[in-house]
């Protein structure tokens, strides 16, 4: 079995905690960001290996940059 990827993870918590600070329920952010509601749970999960387009888009959505959704956040 394959171990998860620290970037993912990263990208699963950045999307989780910025999508909860907009108080956006997950359909309502695939909605803004064109995507699906499965897509948004999958990166959450750290499942999905989303293109430049759709972080660009979830980016947008989330009135945050691309660079911000990989960022490391001190607890």
Do not use: C, H, W
């Not at 998860?4 to 910025?18: E, H, W």
């Not at 907009?22 to 960001?33: G, H, N």
């Not at 499942?47 to 990989?70: D, Y």
């Amino acid at each position: 079995m394959g171990r998860r990827s620290s970037t993912k993870d990263t990208l699963a918590r950045n999307v989780l905690r910025l999508r909860r600070k907009r108080e956006y329920s997950q359909a309502d952010l695939a909605l803004r960001a064109r995507v699906t509601q499965a897509l948004v749970s999958a990166l959450e999960l750290g499942r999905a290996n989303p293109t430049v387009e759709t972080l660009e888009r979830l980016a947008r959505a989330l009135g945050a940059s691309v660079a911000e959704l990989f960022a490391t956040i001190e607890p």
